[in-house]
């Protein structure tokens, strides 16, 4: 699993060939393939024509997993343990797929996402992308 946000020690901010993603302490990856998890907060929209793009800043995390049980020891499960290392203070932008799918912790109408986004809260996402490097799956991560 490829993971789309690394923390930089170089210091040097320059663009790449497409001005897309930049280098900076903590930035997105400069090749962001269809199989690379992009870990994204702070997510707007912009509509151009037809097609929404996200502009979005991306985020180091860190994920584990935990045995859970209660008091007894009994209802036992495992659960995902989040640890944001950084956010970066550059914007990214990558278009979104007419036919994403939304989980929270389940799969959700697509407009739940819009809904996610209106209220202002500060969510966490991890966006996959299609083989046209669209957004074409998004999910909420539990960290708040």
């Given at each position: 699993?490829?993971?789309?946000?690394?923390?930089?020690?170089?210091?040097?901010?320059?663009?790449?060939?497409?001005?897309?993603?930049?280098?900076?302490?903590?930035?997105?990856?400069?090749a962001?393939?269809?199989?690379?998890?992009?870990?994204?907060?702070?997510?707007?929209?912009?509509?151009?024509?037809?097609?929404?793009?996200?502009?979005?800043?991306?985020?180091?995390?860190?994920?584990?997993?935990?045995?859970?049980?209660?008091?007894?020891?009994?209802?036992?499960?495992?659960e995902?343990?989040?640890?944001?290392?950084?956010?970066?203070?550059?914007?990214?932008?990558?278009?979104?797929?007419?036919?994403?799918?939304?989980?929270?912790?389940?799969?959700r109408?697509?407009?739940?996402?819009?809904?996610?986004?209106?209220?202002?809260?500060?969510?966490?996402?991890?966006?996959?992308?299609?083989?046209?490097?669209k957004?074409?799956?998004i999910?909420?991560?539990?960290?708040?």
């Amino acid at each position: 699993m490829l993971s789309a946000c690394n923390k930089e020690q170089n210091r040097n901010h320059t663009l790449n060939n497409d001005n897309f993603f930049r280098q900076e302490p903590c930035a997105c990856e400069k090749a962001i393939k269809t199989d690379t998890i992009i870990s994204a907060t702070d997510i707007r929209l912009k509509k151009e024509a037809k097609n929404i793009t996200l502009v979005f800043r991306c985020a180091s995390i860190v994920t584990g997993t935990a045995s859970v049980s209660d008091v007894h020891g009994n209802n036992e499960h495992c659960e995902a343990l989040y640890d944001v290392q950084c956010v970066s203070s550059v914007d990214a932008r990558l278009q979104l797929s007419g036919d994403f799918k939304y989980f929270t912790d389940q799969l959700r109408l697509q407009q739940l996402f819009f809904e996610d986004l209106k209220s202002n809260a500060e969510y966490y996402f991890e966006f996959r992308l299609d083989k046209d490097r669209k957004i074409n799956s998004i999910s909420r991560l539990p960290i708040r």
